[in-house]
Nanobody, 121 residues
Framework: VQLQASGGGLVQPGGSLRLSCVASGISFRSGSMAWYRQAPGKQRELVASVRSGGTTTYADSVKGRFTISRDNARNTVYLQMNSLKSEDTAVYYC????????????????WGQGTQVTVSS
């Protein structure tokens, strides 16, 4: 399994970034995908998930600002991040997993190298 995340960078508060993650070695169409992030000194946290059928979930801290989407033809999951804040600074990781009937996401233990997002003026 390979999860190749890209699109991070340095952006000013209020700015936007779009992250991409190309997955290989998995049955992309049938599984759920998610984005996690880990800030220095903090635990990794779930940011957003998307089911195979397109149902999405978001952490409260990013609702209304971030949008997760997927392109099954390209085995790619995206995270559009708008109105970025300094507290969004972290390494962002994509993940493949499953979702239950309540749309609760359960990660598989596959993690790529992540992509750094830094929000600073």
């Amino acid at each position: 399994v390979q999860l190749q995340a890209s699109g991070g960078g340095l952006v000013q508060p209020g700015g936007s970034l779009r992250l991409s993650c190309v997955a290989s070695g998995i049955s992309f169409r049938s599984g759920s995908m998610a984005w996690y992030r880990q800030a220095p000194g903090k635990q990794r946290e779930l940011v957003a998930s998307v089911r195979s059928g397109g149902t999405t979930t978001y952490a409260d801290s990013v609702k209304g600002r971030f949008t997760i989407s997927r392109d099954n033809a390209r085995n790619t999951v995206y995270l559009q991040m708008n109105s970025l804040k300094s507290e969004d600074t972290a390494v962002y990781y994509c993940n493949c997993g499953t979702s239950d009937y309540r749309d609760v996401y359960y990660p598989h233990d596959y993690w790529g190298q992540g992509t750094q997002v830094t929000v600073s003026s």
